[in-house]
């Protein structure tokens, strides 16, 4: 099995952290990088195989060098380094003068191990429906996860989108590797974005735990709310731990009263069609050769706060009103489908406990 062969500091507790670091099934490829959770920290590693001819070693070689951070906001800088360091090791073994020269550069204070921080506490979970830190979220050099994200699932974002919202418990699975499939986790979280202050106080914040495996069982088990990834297909088989379940494009849910959400409504599409127009200018407005990566992520991110926004704005202003009635014209106004996202809003007012009746019921009067 795995093994920790290094660490430092060397008291830290880092039970379970070297099946987080090596994703199961990597045996298949030649390298990834992995994000994961271990307790309040946030853990990046960059996994390489090379054959070597060794009986003991059966033939290859597998590591994995990784940081932990109390944040996953800056751990991205590091990738390179620790590129070259997981190569570095498998091609010299026990060389280690590089990882401690950078543990002694950038080591911090980290949470004790009764996780009060010895020194200001952190932000541990962006994004945050309490506030918009998106130059603090980003996780990824501007290298288009956004537009990768969108080419990927397609209408089907708008989907991820109302279960993000829900802050339900979102596991997308995917064979190895498993670094692309941490970003769309990441994606996901930024989906839910909302700007607005004084809102849902007693909401659970979105939780991304990135990459996680059947160690992790036990504490999924606690969550109300996450968005993760796993290689591991048993995952599927425990339903009581997610109500989502994204397998390549194919996003699906157990829940019956979550089915209705499956579906793409005329609202998604021209939500979608809008999404698409805006990247379409912001391509024909760059000039030829420049790089936009980084404005196409500001402009993903963007769209569905702005969105999010808009929807809270209108809830909490009915809410304020003397009747408090929410009519097809307001789900409209949210750019929403008074009949097609019935069960949605329903679902949003019970979630973020907003006090507002709904009187979207019969279809021929909206």
């Not at 990597?26 to 994961?36: A, C, E, L, T, W």
């Not at 909401?203 to 990834?229: G, R």
């Not at 679902?347 to 909206?366: A, Q």
Request: glycine residues 6%; negative net charge; aromatic residues 10%.
């Amino acid at each position: 099995g795995n093994m920790v062969e290094w660490c430092l500091p060397q008291d830290i507790d880092l039970e379970g952290v070297e099946f987080k670091s090596m994703a199961s099934g990597s045996h298949k490829i030649q390298s990834d990088f992995i994000y994961f959770r271990k307790g309040l920290c946030f853990g990046l590693a960059c996994f390489a195989n090379m054959p070597v001819e060794s009986e003991l070693e059966r033939g290859a070689r597998m590591k994995s060098v990784g940081i932990l951070s109390p944040s996953y906001t800056l751990l991205y800088r590091y990738m390179h380094f620790l590129e070259n360091q997981v190569r570095h090791q498998l091609e010299m073994p026990g060389h280690y003068s590089h990882l401690e020269a950078f543990y002694d550069d950038k080591k911090g204070v980290l949470p004790d191990s009764r996780g009060t921080p010895t020194s200001q506490q952190p932000v541990h979970w962006l994004p945050s429906i309490h506030r918009y830190m998106y130059p603090e979220m980003k996780i990824t050099h501007p290298a288009g996860c956004m537009s990768q994200f969108i080419k990927f699932f397609g209408e089907q974002i708008l989907v991820l989108w109302k279960f993000a919202l829900l802050r339900k418990r979102i596991l997308i699975f995917s064979p190895p590797p498993v670094g692309v499939v941490c970003y769309r986790v990441y994606c996901c979280c930024c989906l839910a974005n909302v700007s607005l202050p004084g809102l849902g106080g007693t909401v659970p914040e979105s939780k991304p735990f990135f990459y996680v495996n059947v160690a992790d069982i036990e504490m999924l088990e606690t969550e109300v709310s996450y968005v993760a990834c796993t290689t591991e297909k048993i995952f599927e088989e425990k339903r009581d731990l997610y109500d989502v379940y994204v397998d390549n494009q194919n996003v699906k849910t157990h829940h019956e009263h979550l089915q209705p959400l499956l579906k793409v409504n005329s609202a998604d599409k021209e939500k979608y069609r809008r999404l698409n127009d805006q990247r379409q200018m912001l391509m024909y407005s760059q000039e030829v050769g420049e790089d936009c990566s980084s404005c196409e992520e500001d402009l993903f991110i963007l769209f569905f706060m702005e969105q999010n926004n808009r929807i809270f704005q209108t809830l909490m202003e009915v809410s304020a009103s003397q009747d408090k009635t929410l009519t097809a014209d307001h789900a409209r106004g949210m750019g929403l489908d008074p009949q097609g996202d019935r069960s949605f809003l329903m679902d949003l007012l019970e979630v973020y406990g907003i006090d507002v009746m709904l009187v979207i019921d019969n279809p021929c009067c909206t």
